[in-house]
């Protein structure tokens, strides 16, 4: 059985950080394109980035780069989510997904695993 499990959130104030983790299990991770997408109350999910298997490709969205970065460690089966300098409007639950390797994709149709989100709130 497939499973993702997030960890990591939870409420800061904003300029604060978060390390956001995502625990695999029951499939070959280390061969799996992952990321990280987040969905704010009333809007639709959201591509925040996106990592190749073997870790030597990672993507962002241009809003989001310098303050987000993920990183995985297959030996650990584990992604995660670096998040700098928090706003607001970074208030989200927070999702990691896992997808077949080639491609590094940006839509939530290139991944097949989802994990049930962690919820990020940032106050003022």
């Known amino acids: 059985q497939v499973q993702l499990v997030e960890s990591g959130g939870g409420w800061v104030q904003a300029g604060g950080s978060l390390r956001l983790s995502c625990a695999a299990s029951g499939l070959a991770f280390r061969l799996a394109n992952s990321a990280w997408f987040r969905q704010a109350p009333g809007k639709e999910r959201e591509f925040v980035a996106a990592i190749s298997w073997s870790g030597g490709s990672a993507s962002n969205p241009d809003s989001m780069k310098g303050r987000f970065t993920i990183s995985r460690d297959n030996a650990k089966n584990a992604l995660y989510l670096q998040i700098l300098s928090l706003k607001p409007e970074d208030t989200a639950v927070y999702y990691c997904?896992?997808?077949?390797?080639?491609?590094?994709?940006?839509?939530?149709?290139?991944?097949?695993?989802w994990g049930q989100g962690t919820q990020v709130t940032v106050s003022s």
């Open positions: 997904a896992a997808g077949p390797r080639g491609d590094v994709l940006k839509t939530t149709r290139g991944y097949n695993y």
